[in-house]
């Protein structure tokens, strides 16, 4: 669920983040200023069921405190799962190995208000069998270029899709992709494009095309972040 | 979903209500005052997925058209979804044959941030099985005074609950009532006293004499709002 003012997971000065209410609740019980390491960043709007941060204390609070006095800092908005002891050179961002991220679409004809800020919604009748067959394109090695938005900082494009499916539950249709590693917004735009292939704009197989064009403009529009969930980060 | 500033179905002076944003924007689009009848209100924080609620109007707008109309011009919080015509003595609360509620518990160490407002979070661990063997009590024909908020309007506190029951997926709980009808707060009573039940304070076959007792006081307490959903309404 939107936070109103939270910006997201990335540090800004006078500017409600994720990162800044952690490492401001750490520094309040450890009396430690630390600085808090995620797999990457979540932008503003978009839901994290797993995210992974690490950080380094002298401190000799006990591990199985962490989490519950770091929630009793923070806003009900972000809350600290567990709280585990790694090696000393264990990076939150670059050990990490696998992620899966998650993307809802509702579609039904007037979408949920209820769920409203969990989901896309699109009201036009989407065809899943399509989407189903364009999704099995993305799994695999490719360069990503066409699926990511100008802001990138990483230098290669490619990347590894294990897994990409798609299931139908009611009226909602969710996205999962599992990859060792997503570009800015490379969920947000494959959703798009098979969201374009659902109302029959994209062809099922011009996908394979698309990919191999590199070309931004031939992929679909960056769906909202509030449909979003970073679901799983995996370590070797 | 809470929105923030909406107090729940009744209508208020001033105030942002369901009731008033559906009558607004009925006038707006057929230049008819009207009077909106919903099954049952739901108080603020409350999430309905299936409220019914009938009005009358002289305006030969085409009945597939009013959903839609009406979406257009209430916030998202509120959602249409289906508008249908009835005969002239149709009303939403008086012919309701069923209703059917469900209540949400987080029942994980330290809750969840994403779903944070569409469920009540409960750290402590509860027996599910020994909740189970309670719900079944609840069953039946009933004076449920022990499970009824002061408020009610009704005179008498007799119900039926067709089905009671209870699931669990992962972390969360889920309480599911049918009944012919429910007193105030009787749904979040019930839920209250089934967490306590959980939490070992309540025997299951006590929840016998907590209801032959008419005691409000022997039950557990009122859960809050954010957990309630009115799933479904149904008319002969």
Redesign the interface.
């Known amino acids: 669920?939107m936070e109103k003012n939270l910006i997201g997971w990335q540090k800004q000065p006078n500017k409600l983040n994720i990162q800044g209410e952690i490492e401001k609740a750490i520094e309040t019980i450890t009396g430690e200023k630390v600085e808090l390491f995620a797999s990457g960043r979540t932008d503003r709007g978009v839901?994290?069921?797993g995210q992974v941060a690490n950080f380094k204390i002298e401190s000799k609070i006990p591990i199985e405190k962490i989490?519950?006095a770091i929630?009793s800092q923070v806003k009900?908005?972000?809350?600290?799962?567990k709280a585990e002891e790694v090696p000393e050179d264990f990076h939150s961002r670059y050990n990490c190995k696998e992620k899966t991220y998650r993307y809802v679409v509702n579609n039904?004809?007037?979408?949920?208000?209820?769920?409203?800020?969990?989901e896309y919604h699109m009201p036009v009748k989407l065809d899943f069998e399509k989407m189903k067959q364009a999704i099995s394109y993305f799994e695999g090695e490719h360069d990503f270029s066409a699926f990511k938005s100008s802001g990138t900082s990483s230098k290669s494009s490619v990347r590894i899709i294990y897994k990409a499916i798609i299931k139908k539950s009611k009226d909602r249709i969710i996205i999962e992709l599992t990859g060792n590693g997503f570009l800015y917004n490379m969920v947000r735009i494959i959703s798009g494009t098979l969201v374009d292939v659902g109302l029959g704009k994209i062809k099922p197989e011009e996908i394979k095309s698309i990919i191999e064009s590199k070309d931004r403009t031939r992929a679909g529009k960056t769906l909202p972040p509030h449909g979003l969930?970073l679901v799983k980060v995996k370590y070797k």
């Not at 039904?108 to 969990?118: E, H, K, T």
């Open positions: 669920m839901h994290s069921l989490a519950i929630n009900n908005s972000i809350r600290v799962i039904s004809p007037y979408g949920s208000a209820v769920y409203r800020n969990l969930y």
